[in-house]
């Protein structure tokens, strides 16, 4: 009988980043440029246990 092996899975979250590069100046584009925005993605795939997230 084969000795079992601990199998893990990792999880990773790829998120697009600003697509526009003149969203930073139109008005309408709050959550697309906000820091705070990407702060809250990236602290909700953490609470989700990710292993990794890229922002691009």
Known sequence: MPATTKRQVHLAAQ??????????????????????????????VERGKFDFFFLA
Not at 18 to 26: G, K, L, Q, R, Y
Request: without cysteine.
């Open 15 to 44: 998120l697009p980043g600003i697509h526009n590069v003149t969203a930073w100046s139109d008005p309408r584009s709050e959550s697309q440029i906000s820091i705070d925005s990407f702060i809250r993605l990236a602290q909700t």
